[in-house]
């Protein structure tokens, strides 16, 4: 079992004065409403307030080669109604879901983008097109050493045409295929994945979704794909649940997952919600969009920041977001 790590937001204090405390935050308060103002009447809509975070630079713009393939990262790609989460350190790299087939073309490009053309390790949190849409086409682009798959013991053995074609191609690969178990961990370059918990039993497939913790160097990411409220419940049972900086919202923010118990334990000090813009599903829902609120975690979305990174740097963590400096420059 992985053990809790203390927190790391390596916040710098600064001491002021009342006074300037006092100007500080009249200063912070014009600045905000003036880019409200701006914001809203270039676009004829008023600004959502995470673009006005990103605009005073809570978030800088999405790097795009520039980030060393040593640093410690996770980036979030933006593909639409769907997950694709790639954890990367000492330049070899791990991916978690791989979208829907018709972001296919989002993902490759990303990836190619980034310059990633080997994984550590492919997993699949479960088997739901959102998820595996796009992984036979990486398993075909793209060199892949190992294949982690759900424990498809606890629910009935998926049949769609779609499933068995990433199976095939899982086959095709020659990488080692593992099936997901507690207590496993994978190295990927100075960190490593372990699974915490390997969903429950189940006629629901977001329930087979693995929890998963991602640790290296300063950073620390939680991902538990899809799986609902009997998933966050057995692992607190269970006494798996870490603190991490950063946690994937489970189910694209769906009100079916995220509990306020689940987030406590957590304590994240980011949350990233991977989602579709305008999506059917309402995703993400009121009630935990309230709950990461109140665990005081900085919500990022891709439906709204598009693609996400957050890295381990000198300062501490750091958020990148591909549109960042489209808001900027609209401010």
Same mark, same amino acid.
């Given at each position: 079992m992985a053990k809790r790590r203390s927190s790391r937001r390596r916040r710098r204090k600064i001491k002021l004065t009342p006074f300037q405390a006092v100007v500080f935050s009249l200063v912070g308060l014009c600045l905000v409403l003036g880019l409200y103002v701006s914001v809203g009447s270039g676009a004829g809509v008023a600004p959502s307030w995470q673009e006005i975070y990103t605009a005073v630079g809570l978030a800088d713009p999405l790097p795009a080669t520039d980030l060393p393939a040593e640093t410690d990262a996770v980036h979030f790609i933006d593909v639409g109604q769907a997950d694709a989460t790639l954890l990367q350190s000492g330049g070899e790299y791990c991916l978690v879901d791989a979208g829907d087939t018709d972001s296919e073309q989002a993902l490759m490009n990303y990836l190619e983008q980034r310059g990633v053309t080997r994984l550590? $390790?492919? @997993?699949?949190?479960?088997?739901?097109?959102?998820?595996?849409?796009?992984?036979?086409?990486? +398993?075909?682009?793209? %060199?892949?050493?190992?294949v982690l798959l759900p424990d498809f013991e606890k629910a009935p053995y998926p049949t769609t045409r779609l499933f068995e074609t990433v199976m095939q191609a899982v086959e095709d690969s020659g990488a080692a295929v593992y099936t997901a178990k507690e207590g496993q961990s994978y190295p990927v370059g100075g960190g490593s $994945?372990? @699974?915490?918990?390997?969903?429950?039993?189940?006629?629901?497939?977001?329930?087979?979704?693995? +929890?998963?913790?991602? %640790?290296?160097?300063?950073?620390?990411?939680?991902?538990?794909?899809?799986?609902?409220k009997p998933v966050e419940q057995a692992a607190l049972e269970a006494g798996v649940v870490p603190q991490a900086d950063v946690f994937k919202a489970a189910h694209h923010g769906s009100d079916t997952s995220n509990t306020l118990e689940f987030l406590r334990a957590i304590r994240p000090q980011y949350v990233v919600i991977s989602c579709g813009l305008g999506n059917s599903y309402g995703h993400p829902h009121a009630g935990p969009l309230e709950r990461f609120e109140q665990v005081g975690a900085q919500v990022l979305r891709t439906d709204q920041d598009g693609s996400v990174v957050i890295?381990?740097?000198?300062g501490g963590l750091q958020s990148y977001t591909a549109n960042a400096e489209q808001v900027k420059e609209a401010a």
């Open positions: 550590k $390790l492919l @997993v699949m949190s479960h088997p739901h097109a959102d998820h595996i849409g796009s992984m036979a086409a990486v +398993l075909q682009n793209l %060199e892949v050493e190992q $994945l372990t @699974v915490l918990a390997a969903g429950v039993e189940t006629d629901n497939y977001n329930d087979l979704s693995q +929890l998963l913790l991602f %640790e290296s160097g300063e950073l620390s990411v939680l991902l538990s794909g899809d799986g609902e890295a381990a740097t000198e």
